[in-house]
């Protein structure tokens, strides 16, 4: 199972390379290990913009 994910490849970024496939039990995970995977830049999420209530029709 581990070869099969070597094959996988690596997912690269201008940083760093990640494994595409990593195998973790639940008891590695319960010890504490993480995964390797690349930082999200929360820069590049926009966040919507907030819709007034006064501008919403009423219902009655």
Do not use: C, N, R
Request: charged fraction near 30%.
């Amino acid at each position: 199972m581990e070869k099969e994910a070597i094959k996988a490849g690596f997912y690269e970024t201008p940083y760093a390379k990640f494994p595409k496939l990593q195998i973790v039990t639940i008891e590695e995970l319960f010890a504490g290990k993480k995964l390797s995977l690349p930082w999200i830049d929360p820069a590049s999420f926009k966040k919507a913009a907030k819709e007034h209530i006064s501008k919403q029709a009423s219902l009655f």
